[in-house]
């Protein structure tokens, strides 16, 4: 329950005890020294802000020689301040109205299109499902504008034919690809797998939680769970908390969801473990599919209100309908409905471009907890918007998966 703050006339104006720095970057924070605490938002209006990332003309960064404390100098009148300048500039990064996001891109849109002059170099995806589909025409895109990818895949064989095909178009790009084994059908393997992550990176600038199954049969994981709702939903939730020390203010988290999501059945009050993982003569495969769908938009809507304090945007989206990728290898009947509609149907470079322009659009810093499709923000279903079922879910989660790792939930 965040705590009262003294109502003042201003929104904009810090509490007592509150005081507002920025990083040498241009990123504004606060410090609260009461708590001895710091965050990226604003404590009454809960918005990023930015600066220049430059002084002002005229000022310049000292290191006060008693104190030790950085100190800002006006040159001309040798005016001194332990006040950054550039705070008198600072603007809120997020539009005070979603309307006012101005639509760049839309259906038709491939990724690259959408990257059209980025420069990527030094920024670091790890991207789950990355060799094949939708997944892989994320990380090409990505990987061709300088970005290194971390390809978290299951079979290792595909995976590393996948970065080669890469390399073979651009040699530079395939060089910037990693192998990391993650089986998300199994949370050992996921812990694994962020460890291996753990000890190769300090930072993690996009995650793209990608991978998922459709139109599979009931069946049971190795932990125990309904196949289904652990891969398209459990594992990535424990993926992404296990990883937590990875991210920061300036990382994106992109959950890859489904306009499915609003064909879910699970209810909205008394959520049990039985509703997310049914016995084999309450189970139908499209249900199993559609409710993993809605868990995807209600894991991202939660946590992006458990970590907004952090400053970490988290976005979920659909990529299209009925695109033509490997997800429909599971049953006949979808391979061919999938390529009956395949003309009709976004390419898989259109299907990427929502994915992309989450996780690189400058427009959409400071703003968090939205669901897009075709690279634009819309409303996702009633049931995706109740918090208690948003909160129940993450509970239930973390439970599931204590009651396996044997580990205290994340937060």
């Known amino acids: 329950m965040p705590a009262m703050l003294p109502e003042s006339d201003s929104e904009d104006e810090l509490p007592p005890a509150w005081e507002e720095r920025a990083t040498s970057d241009g990123f504004v924070y606060y410090v609260n020294h009461q708590s001895k605490s710091t965050q990226w938002t604003h404590p009454r209006t809960g918005k990023m802000k930015r600066v220049s990332g430059e002084l002002p003309i005229g000022w310049t960064r000292q290191i006060e020689e008693d104190t030790r404390k ?3 100098v006006e040159e001309k009148t040798q005016r001194k301040s332990y006040t950054d300048p550039r705070l008198a500039f600072a603007v809120e990064e997020a539009p005070e109205r979603l309307s006012e996001l101005r639509q760049r891109f839309d259906g038709g849109t491939n990724a690259l299109q959408v990257l059209h002059g980025r420069d990527l ?5 790890l991207i789950t499902g990355a060799n094949t589909g939708i997944g892989y025409e994320t990380a090409r ?6 970005c290194e990818i971390i390809f978290a895949c299951r079979d290792e064989q595909v995976t590393r034919a996948a970065i080669d095909k890469l390399r073979v178009e651009k040699e530079a790009a395939g060089q910037r690809c990693k192998f990391v084994p993650l089986d998300l059908a199994s949370l050992r393997s996921t812990k694994q797998a962020a460890e ?4 190769g990176y300090k ?3 996009m995650l793209i939680l990608n991978a998922g199954v459709f ?4 069946s049971i994981t190795e932990d125990g769970f309904e196949r289904t709702f652990q891969v398209n939903h459990l594992a990535h939730h424990y993926l992404t908390t296990l990883l937590s020390e990875l991210f920061d203010h300036t990382t994106r988290i992109v959950v890859v969801s489904s306009e499915s999501h609003r064909m879910a059945t699970l209810p909205a009050g008394g959520l049990s473990e039985t509703d997310l993982c049914p ?3 309450k189970f139908w495969s499209m249900i199993a599919y559609n409710n993993s769908k809605l868990c995807n938009v209600l894991f991202a809507m939660e946590l992006a209100k458990r970590w907004k304090s952090r400053g970490i945007a988290v976005f979920v989206l659909h990529p299209g309908n009925m695109v033509s990728s490997a997800l429909s290898r599971n049953w006949w009947f979808y391979r061919f409905l999938f390529g009956l509609v395949r003309p009709f149907t976004k390419s898989l470079q259109q299907a990427a471009s929502t994915t992309v322009y989450c996780a690189t659009a400058y427009e959409l810093t400071g703003l968090t907890a939205l669901y897009f499709n075709n690279c634009y923000v819309c409303d996702p279903s009633g049931a995706s918007r109740n918090e208690q079922l948003q909160q129940s879910l993450w509970e239930l989660s973390e439970k599931m998966v204590q009651r396996v790792m044997g580990e205290p939930g994340a937060q």
Do not use: C, M, R, T
Not at 141 to 146: C, D, T
């Open 70 to 72: 950085v100190i800002f």
């Open 121 to 125: 170099n030094g920024k670091v995806a």
């Open 141 to 146: 895109s990505l990987a061709l504008h300088g």
């Open 196 to 199: 291996e992550v753990k000890k």
């Open 203 to 205: 930072h993690i600038d």
């Open 215 to 218: 139109a599979l049969p009931h």
């Open 279 to 281: 016995p084999q003569h």
